[in-house]
């Protein structure tokens, strides 16, 4: 069945520096999302990408849709305190609405 | 919009007790999702419905599990007996939009936590 990685599991950073997170699937995706959870908290939507090589910013975060539309990425800028928590990537095959959550990165940044 | 409603939000049971968990998506959601979270396992899909109709339920761990959605508004998710391996925080997400589109966004519950001693 479908899988998607993502690497690294954990990276603790200082606040300031930046940080990526990559993901990647083993079919070829139709779209991706970006879900964010807090610690003790729930996913919560961040982005969804569908073109081949899409880029999309927010503010100090730039998600990147590859070309062959089975990997992604998140870079954050700067990081802040405020940025803690897991981040999951969601893929989903063409015609299918099942999405499948990433094996997530969580992200710890230190004052 | 209140969001998707979870109950209950902790829970706390025995090994073979039954445990039911609920779920009321957001109003106008089509599609209902339920998910289970543990450190060794992450997100898993367990079951969705579309229009409360299931539509995969090929996550279903075991035949212990079972989830209906007898309306647009509520769905539960049914473990019995219930197993310590069963322990994890259980999500409920709904979201709009066909199947076909593909560009449904999910809004994720609060979440179960669920503890099977």
């Known amino acids: 069945g479908q899988q998607v990685m993502q690497i690294p599991q954990y990276q603790h950073v200082q606040e300031g520096e930046d940080f990526t997170t990559y993901c990647n699937s083993s079919?070829?995706?139709?779209?991706i999302q970006w879900y964010k959870q807090r610690p003790g908290g729930h996913p919560v939507f961040l982005i969804q990408?569908?073109?081949?090589?899409e880029v999309k910013k927010q503010k100090r975060l730039t998600f990147q849709f590859g070309e062959a539309k089975k990997n992604s990425s998140l870079h954050i800028t700067a990081t802040q305190t405020t940025d803690v928590g897991t981040y999951f990537c969601?893929?989903?095959?063409?015609?299918?609405?099942?999405?499948?959550f990433g094996t997530g990165t969580r992200l710890l940044v230190s004052p | 919009d209140a969001g998707v409603i979870q109950s209950p939000r902790h829970e706390v049971t025995e090994m073979g007790q039954e445990v039911t968990l609920r779920c009321k998506p957001i109003?106008?959601?089509?599609?209902l999702f339920w998910y289970r979270q543990t450190m060794m396992r992450g997100l898993e899909l367990l079951i969705y419905?579309?229009?409360?109709?299931?539509?995969?339920d090929s996550g279903m761990p075991e035949d212990r599990f079972s989830a209906k959605m007898p309306n647009a508004s509520f769905s539960t998710l049914k473990i019995q007996p219930s197993e310590p391996r069963d322990s994890a925080v259980y999500f409920c997400?709904?979201?709009?939009?066909?199947?076909?589109?593909?560009?449904?966004?999910?809004?994720f519950g609060a979440g179960s936590r669920l503890t099977v001693l």
């Open positions: 997400a709904s979201s709009t939009g066909q199947v076909s589109s593909g560009a449904n966004v999910l809004t």
């Open positions: 079919t070829t995706l139709s779209n």
């Open positions: 990408l569908v073109k081949s090589g």
């Open positions: 969601a893929g989903r095959n063409t015609g299918f609405q099942k999405l499948v």
């Open positions: 109003s106008g959601h089509n599609s």
């Open positions: 419905f579309n229009n409360n109709v299931p539509i995969d």
